[in-house]
């Protein structure tokens, strides 16, 4: 791009498009800075769709509404409400950031870059969302989408999940924000990426930056941006039991620092699976692994384990009864064999 006429020039058809054309979003229409984090946080590996349609962000703030109501909150009920958001440490770094808000900040989300960027679960596009939306401060973002338009504009040749490539990508996000409304200008960044210059295949023709566009210019649009290659995926194989008693099921506690706070069924070697029924199988993918997770009635002998690094206990198996909160596939696991126990269709 050239000089400060043509980077006022970006910034004025991407402002006015967004203005005209802006979608409601309920996290638009606050400057509350918590509020804004949970949606932020929210949103990382979910889709909108998910986070509004399905109620988890009116569900979380009608029951944590602001940070000290979220910092007084057992983990427990707080990994209950976050439960099929998956990725939950999401849900643990915003319980410690409103701990530390409320104790260190007096409530208030620290205004310094520096000073965010230190609370756990913020990052660097997190800090920009938070400090151009809540505080309308000019500082820049980049996320997947705006990456990939800025890798666009400007047809940039490195890779933008390299370092490198990050690096200038996020320099020309600070050269071109505009100061005078950097919240819209992030906001409108983040919507072109999500609805016009899609992953693939760009919608060019609809773009409000199309005269500014050097990949659109050199027919560059649907080969950019470069990346390079993801880690390959691997396979592996997942044997649990599913043990039932006078309507309560067994269950016991995800070690690990990425489940901490979760339940799920007991794993058992594919050994003490051979001789076992199987009741249900279905595949589901965690980080770069392809899982196959079958799920076994045990023996009539079987008890649960009497060491206490299991952390186990039985559980009500009813709808009036919550169960605690469940890894994803073990809830998907539950309901479906809820289903089946029911006499209802089975749909894997
Ligand atoms: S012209 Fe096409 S490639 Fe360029 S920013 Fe717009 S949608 Fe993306």
Redesign the pocket.
Known sequence: MGGPTAVAGFQRSLGDWFRAEAKDYPWRRTRDPYAILVSELMLQQTQIATVLGRGYYDRWLRAFPDWSTLAAAEEEAVLKLWEGLGYYNRARNLHRAAKIITEEYRGHFPDDPATALSLPGVGRYTVGAVLSFAYGQAVPLVDGNVG??LA??LALEEAINSPGGLKILWDWAEALLDREDPATHNSALME?GQR???PGK???P?????G??L??HGGL?ET?PVKTKPAAITKRVEHVILAERSGEIYLCQESGSRRRGLWRLPEISAEEAADLTEMLRFDYTITRYRVTLLVHAPSPLWRPARSSSEGGAWFPFRASAPLPPLGAPYRRALDLYGNLRDGLDLKA
């Open positions: 990939r338009v666009r504009v072109l016009i210059c899609r760009p919608d060019c609809s773009c409000p930056v199309r500014h566009c990949a659109d649009a950019l």
